[in-house]
């Protein structure tokens, strides 16, 4: 069984900054991509970033240069560094993971944490 754990979500001023994190633990033979989605109030879920186990990554359009997702292989933890955070951030923030759970589970599966939630509001 295999669970992620996000962390660092909470309430920031406009302009300011906020680093979450999650954490996958379990049952875990290797893990692939690793990403960050978030999904505002009456909004479809959307991709935020994404970081391959080389480091390869890549960005929402909207949000490059204001987000920066990084993982440490070794902790099994994914980041998202957010900075200059406009009310439009305002969102839950969901990790998903692309994880191989025995050696048969060739192509691995995604895994979803249950979110954390970042306001932006003065």
């Known amino acids: 069984q295999v669970q992620l754990v996000e962390s660092g979500g909470g309430l920031v001023q406009p302009g300011g900054s906020l680093r979450l994190s999650c954490t996958a633990s379990g049952s875990i033979l290797s893990i692939a991509a690793m990403a960050w989605y978030r999904q505002a109030p009456g909004k479809q879920r959307e991709l935020v970033a994404s970081v391959t186990r080389a480091g390869s990554t890549n960005y929402a359009d909207s949000l490059k240069g204001r987000f920066a997702i990084s993982r440490d292989n070794a902790k099994n933890t994914v980041y998202l560094q957010m900075n200059s955070l406009r009310p439009e951030d305002t969102a839950v923030y969901y990790c998903?993971?692309?994880?191989?759970?025995?050696?048969?589970?060739?192509?691995?599966?995604?895994?979803w944490g249950q979110g954390t939630r970042v306001t932006v509001s003065s």
């Open positions: 998903n993971a692309l994880i191989r759970t025995t050696i048969l589970n060739i192509d691995g599966s995604y895994y």
